[in-house]
């Protein structure tokens, strides 16, 4: 080959590769935009039916059960039988889901439609995962930042689309059908991407590791198990014990080793093998990262969860106000994500030290609300606060992928959703029991919970970078 055929072809990788990852971005903004078209209009939806208000809080709590149970499990699925077949399956029956929503004019058949959306829809959780693959450590923090920046601008523009779309007759079934449709289309871009130069791609070594003794980035191993789609690949696979410290391929455990499956082998042995990874995320030693984005789901869902009527309680600030102050809030959420990637060189990658600080300023803003004399002291804790918690939650899912090892992205990503799940469910039961106390109940045992956060993270944060020493000295 000629030097100038070298150079092209060194060109073009990485922009392949910044294509495919902006594909991706398409992806998790038409995900999101979809979905938000619905979820303000369910409520309204299922009264409609009939249902009474008790009725009506069962069927909306069926979606948050099931993907409490189903995130983890759907994670790990990815990890088995590769992201381009759990992908395209998670967008069919998700449209499925939202094309039968449509045709519901029952409740028993709203609960029905629910089911495949509740168990299925995982698109942006295996998104995030085949990002994990496809860039280097370094970057990823920041892809993820974008990632997040895309799809919540869909779910800001969302509900202007299906508020429109109510106002005509039938409007609801409009908006499902329109939303089966998108997900559809996303099935479609999933299958157009470049699967075989997504593999190339997720191959080519990290030039910033070191690879004397092998594949110690992961990314030839996990590539190869991941996005590949389900096809065998035998070779040595780096692990981490239960404790998180790394272990070297020849010493690793027969019986945690990552299994490679594929999609159309028996479903027991698929069963068994998403079993095999969950069972070692769940004996790893990280806990105090799920406790800490546990505690810290519920206390910024606490700080959301009475914002309309504390706001008119305590200021006698109308409702059209306080929808003005969390769309801006919301934009400012979706904008944050961009600054991702300057934080993270500004901390060198220290992602535990920015996850520390990134929580003591959502603590202090959670503090400042509750204690606010005045309406422009909100404005300007919910400006910051929604820059603290978009850092935050990439933070947190860096360092999930970080300490349990790329190997189970998919299933670590999973589980992170899972324990964000069991926020949803607490947060109301919490918020409904101190607002009988005080409007400022809600956000006050926010703090209490994020200063638990703040300590656990003091405690655990120099374990966490003594063991990541030990592994640099493995390595």
Avoid at 241 to 261: I, T
Avoid at 403 to 426: D, E, H, M, P, W
Avoid at 439 to 452: D, F, I, N, Q, T
Wanted: proline share 4%; net charge positive; with cysteine.
């Amino acid at each position: 080959m000629t030097r100038r055929g070298w150079l092209s072809k060194l060109f073009q990788k990485p922009r392949r590769r910044t294509r495919i990852i902006q594909c991706i971005y398409v992806v998790g903004f038409m995900d999101l935009f979809g979905v938000s078209m619905i979820i303000p209009l369910l409520s309204h939806h299922v009264k409609a039916l009939g249902a009474s208000p008790t009725v009506a809080g069962i069927v909306g709590s069926t979606y948050g059960i099931l993907q409490l149970f189903s995130s983890t499990i759907v994670g790990g699925w990815s990890d088995v039988v590769g992201r381009r077949y759990s992908l395209l399956t998670c967008l069919l029956l998700s449209s499925f889901g939202y094309a039968l929503l449509g045709m519901s004019t029952s409740i028993p058949l709203f609960v029905l439609a629910r089911i495949p959306v509740g168990l299925f829809k995982h698109s942006l959780s295996i998104n995030r995962a085949l990002l994990s693959d496809l860039v280097s450590e370094s970057e990823r923090p920041v892809v993820m930042g974008h990632f997040n920046a895309a799809s919540s601008v869909g779910f800001i523009l969302g509900p202007m689309v299906g508020g429109y779309l109510t106002e005509h007759e039938g409007g609801f079934y409009t908006s499902s059908f329109t939303c089966a449709v998108i997900f559809l289309i996303n099935a479609g871009l999933v299958c157009l991407l470049p699967w075989k130069e997504v593999l190339v791609l997720c191959n080519k070594p990290d030039p910033n590791k070191d690879t004397s003794n092998g594949c110690h980035d992961n990314k030839c191993n996990k590539c190869n198990k991941s996005v590949q789609n389900g096809s065998h690949v035998n070779g040595h696979h780096q692990m981490f014990d239960a404790n998180s410290h790394f272990r070297a391929p020849g010493k690793q455990r027969a019986d945690l080793s990552w299994r490679e499956v594929g999609l159309l082998q028996p479903a027991w042995r698929q069963l068994s093998s998403v079993g095999s990874k969950i069972h070692t995320v769940a004996s790893s030693d990280m806990w105090d990262l799920f406790l800490v984005r546990l505690l810290m789901a519920i206390a910024i869902m606490l700080y959301y969860s009475n914002f309309s009527l504390a706001m008119e309680e305590r200021f006698s600030v109308r409702p059209k106000l306080t929808g003005y102050m969390i769309s801006y809030s919301s934009t400012l959420g979706a904008l944050s994500g961009f600054l991702v990637g300057p934080v993270t060189r500004l901390y060198r990658n220290n992602m535990p030290t920015l996850l520390l600080h990134s929580t003591i300023l959502t603590c202090s803003l959670i503090l400042l609300y509750a204690t606010a004399p005045s309406v422009w002291q909100v404005l300007l804790t919910s400006t910051f606060f929604a820059i603290s918690t978009t850092i935050g939650r990439t933070c947190i899912t860096d360092l999930e992928l970080q300490r349990g090892g790329t190997q189970a992205s998919g299933t670590l990503i999973g589980a992170g959703q899972s324990v964000t799940a069991i926020g949803r469910i607490l947060a109301p039961l919490l918020s409904g029991l101190t607002q009988e106390i005080s409007p400022c109940g809600p956000p006050s045992l926010g703090v209490v919970l994020a200063l638990a956060a703040v300590s656990l993270l003091l405690i655990r944060i120099p374990k966490w970078n003594q063991s990541r020493m030990e592994k640099t000295a493995q390595l």
